[in-house]
């Protein structure tokens, strides 16, 4: 275009005179403004394209105390976005294990270890759910999970309240200042009074509340719901379990409603319904800044409550939100791709003893076949066999967006807080830190001929962060030492070394309950004073780092050693 007078190529050679040879000429630039146009119009469409796909992603995480119920509701969300036709229950040694959990000593066990990722469309929207462990023994996995989430769904047992690892779950996702749904539980048994729920939630939590519905009894006298938006009954007239439960809607004051619940109950809902609306407005900006939490009432295990919980979540929840770089802000809409590693697992598929890297997509478009830029790696890259996933199915895709999950094959080149962007761009998203292991043991193989499936084994397993590894400085990986949060990833680390890897571990205890890096050392580490019951050790990155008993034993080295400084909090690389 002619930037003196903002008209066509076309124009400009309108008011020229070319003579007979030139006519021809002019004809052809009278159409490049309309070429112009064309490709400026399809720009247009695939920016209007992209907005579109990206506004109607919801990438949430469910967290809960153990035994709350959050795989079951996983699963019955699967349900009613048509991903599965009948729903598994958590429970071990039965027919039908959850969808979610996918892991074989989850299925025997009955309890999620790992955190899974599941993908479906319902109602227009496209839905990324990761079901997290609730066991506090794995909260470090489910903490990487919530940073890969816009949105948390809280699970709480209507009988029981907030537990502490409810307490522990929520305050990562106020730190983060993410909208935050209560989806209390288990009201088809006998639990407390709704309104006692409610203020425990906002006294425990810190939080303000908002009753979406309201129960109708509890236990076996749990009928329904009332809908305080459509102002109607949501009677449930059949339990669902696997299936979807049967529902009839009908207005406060219609006659009917006696038949149904019974004359007092009808007075004592509307007297309810009267106090409700004396309290707390509905704010639905309160709710997407994470100050105002949305409670529904319901019953994972039959199916009632779940229907309007999903579809008043997924009307009030956001799209993909903005990420925090060491460049600034990047935001979700941007045309350029960018996303970061939030979990690494291997072997989800045994026939292939494959490893996967789990990257949650933070601004743009992926496409398959594109090149990309690994930015801790310093290379470009075309990622091998983009999936989305099911639990332990996968389906390869095309493209992504915004919000979405994708597992690529991971041939060792990634870690977890790793950021892949499109070249030319090197900013890097905030590394996601590692809790501080409290239980240590020493591994070593019980076959020593087994040594190179015991390396691989706990290196692959380390790189995944479900568990620290530890060596004494100068030596190979024969005897390692092990540091995990809780107990409980012993046994799973035990399990999958034979399963898994073939290796059989010799474990002992060792006395350690801290773990200190090395930030700042005068000299050879080696040639530190120690104290009784203190240990030097080295990361599989090289890092050197003090293993200890006691509080105490930090102001022995730091008054002994001067000029060591010693890190208190691990983190990924960045």
Known sequence: RDSSTSRGLGDVYKRQDFGSDALQMRKSYDKLPICIDKHRMQGDDTMATLHEEISRRRTFAIISHPDAGKTTLTEKFLLYGGAIAQAGEVKGKR??????????????????????????????????????????????????????????????DGAKGVEPQTRKLFRVCALRHIPIFTFINKMDRETRDPLELCEEVERELGIDTYAVNWPIGCGKEFQGVYDREKQCIIHFTDAGHAKKAGVTEIALDDPALVDLIGQKRRDNLADEIELLGAGREFDLDAVRNGTLSPVFFGSALTNFGVEPFLEGFLRMTTAPLSRESDAGVIDAFSPDFSAFVFKIQANMNKAHRDRLAFMRICSGKFERDAEYYHVQGNKKMRLSQPQTMMASERE?????????????????????????????????????????????????????????????????????????IFKMPDSGFEDVVVGVVGTLQFDVFEYRMKSEYGVELRMSALPYEHLRLIAECPGDPKDLMFCTGSKLLEDFKGRKLIAFGGEWSVGFLAKHNPGLVLDDWLTVSK
């Not at 999620?112 to 929207?125: E, K, N, P, R």
């Not at 890097?428 to 070593?444: K, Y």
Request: net charge negative; glycine share 10%; hydrophobic share 40%.
């Open 95 to 156: 027919a039908r294990a959850a969808t979610s959990d996918w892991m074989e000593i989850e299925k025997q066990r009955g309890i999620s270890v790992t955190s899974s990722v599941m993908q479906f469309q319902h109602g227009g929207y496209c839905i990324n759910i990761l079901d997290t462990p609730g066991h506090q023994d794995f909260s470090e996995d489910t903490y990487r999970t919530l940073m890969a989430a816009d949105s948390a769904v809280m699970v709480i």
């Open 396 to 468: 390869i895709v095309q493209e992504a967006y915004a919000g979405d999950i994708i597992g690529v094959f991971d041939p060792g080149i990634f870690s977890i807080g790793d950021t892949i962007t499109v070249p030319g761009k090197k900013f890097r998203f905030g590394g996601i830190p590692t809790f501080e292991p409290e239980h240590f043991m020493s591994v070593s193989p019980k076959d020593t001929m087994k040594r190179k499936q015991f390396v691989k084994g706990i290196e692959q397993i380390a790189q995944e962060g479900a568990i620290q």
